[in-house]
């Protein structure tokens, strides 16, 4: 079955202890984006990566980090979280190519920084 | 640059209702248009998209119709279902930005039986 798989669903954890947030696609895509959903905000793209290597920031990447060593894996890392990161966040992906801008969501990722 | 400006929710309707969510954007150029749908408790799930001027995107009873001349994407089902009780996001995509989607911020429908 095609998909984006997160893990894990929910974290609770301190500020400043450094979190992994992973995000896996079984659809060889090479298109790979994090963003963030909060209220009355809508989502709003942290990073996002165009191929193996090659990744570059979105509209707020601040407090966040991203590794793209392989096609199928895209990392969220907050080296030092902070309650402001409290959210809910969703990895997607897409190919390059007709029909690149239909990306498929994971499941989300519901993070409370206390 | 691009935006997308969707109708303040909540929305609540009784089944079979006509919905209407509307939807317009900023953008340059000839952006391809998108709605999204999230039931509780998942992630975000394409409904329909349109790619250029006059198309009409359609799926599960859903429709919208790309507005060049209004800027416009508004999403219409003619009768709605308890099971439509979701939040909706419109979306601009920008191929010259390889992926790129700016959403709206979300409208949540409720439908009542």
């Known amino acids: 079955e095609a998909q984006v798989t997160q893990n894990p669903r929910y974290l609770i954890t301190v500020t400043g202890k450094k979190l992994t947030v992973t995000c896996s696609q079984n659809m060889n895509h090479e298109y790979m984006s994090w963003y963030r959903q909060d209220p009355g905000l809508g989502l709003r793209q942290i990073y996002y990566s165009m191929n193996v290597e090659v990744t570059d920031k979105g509209d707020v990447p601040e407090g966040y980090k991203v590794s793209r060593k392989e096609k199928r894996n895209f990392p969220l890392i907050l080296e030092s979280p902070s309650p402001n990161q409290t959210s809910l966040y969703f990895c997607?992906?897409?190919?390059?190519?007709?029909?690149?801008?239909?990306?498929?969501f994971g499941p989300g990722t519901r993070l409370l920084v206390l | 640059g691009n935006s997308v400006t969707q109708m303040e929710g909540p929305v609540t309707l009784s089944e079979e209702a006509f919905l209407t969510i509307n939807c317009t954007y900023t953008?340059?150029?000839?952006?391809?248009l998108f709605w999204y749908v999230q039931y509780p408790g998942e992630g975000l799930q394409l409904l329909l998209k349109a790619t250029k001027a006059d198309d009409k995107g359609s799926n599960k009873g859903f429709e919208a119709t790309y507005r060049k001349e209004t800027t416009s994407f508004h999403l219409e089902k003619g009768s709605v279902q308890v099971s439509d009780s979701a939040v909706y996001f419109c979306?601009?995509?920008?191929?010259?930005?390889?992926?790129?989607?700016?959403f709206g911020r979300g409208t949540q429908l409720t439908v009542w039986p």
């Open positions: 997607a992906s897409s190919h390059q190519g007709a029909g690149q801008e239909t990306q498929y």
């Open positions: 953008a340059t150029g000839y952006p391809s």
């Open positions: 979306a601009l995509g920008r191929g010259s930005t390889l992926g790129r989607l700016y």
